[in-house]
Nanobody
């Protein structure tokens, strides 16, 4: 099970931190990531972290602004989002894929519920 939280309304340039609490399986064997879907757009991969091969992934649109990290003691993955832009507005989904990060929604094994991020003045 993946429990996402941390969304909300923020002004452009602001920051938010999303959290994904993972239960039922270990971060050792699943890559945890975030997808987002804006109104009228396709779901897209935003970031991912894999302990198996010690890699992280970021979409080009968020590189340098978003940072993904994990706290193994809490089985929780975080995504710090800085310098937010209106185009970051979307529902963000926490995801789990076996072993390696994936950018394809069809390759995701588990989806959490979404958390809405709205960037607006």
């Amino acid at each position: 099970q993946l429990q996402a939280s941390g969304g909300g309304l923020v002004q452009p340039g602001g920051s938010l931190r999303l959290s994904c609490v993972v239960s039922g399986f270990t971060l050792d064997y699943y890559a945890i990531g975030w997808f987002r879907q804006a109104p009228g757009k396709q779901r897209e991969a935003v970031s991912c972290i894999s302990k198996s091969d010690r890699t992280t992934y970021y979409a080009d649109s968020v590189k340098g602004r978003f940072t993904i990290s994990s706290d193994d003691t809490k089985n929780t993955v975080y995504m710090q989002m800085n310098s937010l832009k209106p185009e970051d507005t979307a529902v963000y989904y926490c995801t789990a894929a076996a072993v390696f990060c994936t950018v394809g929604p069809l390759e995701v094994d588990y989806w959490g519920q979404g958390t809405l991020v709205t960037v607006s003045s």
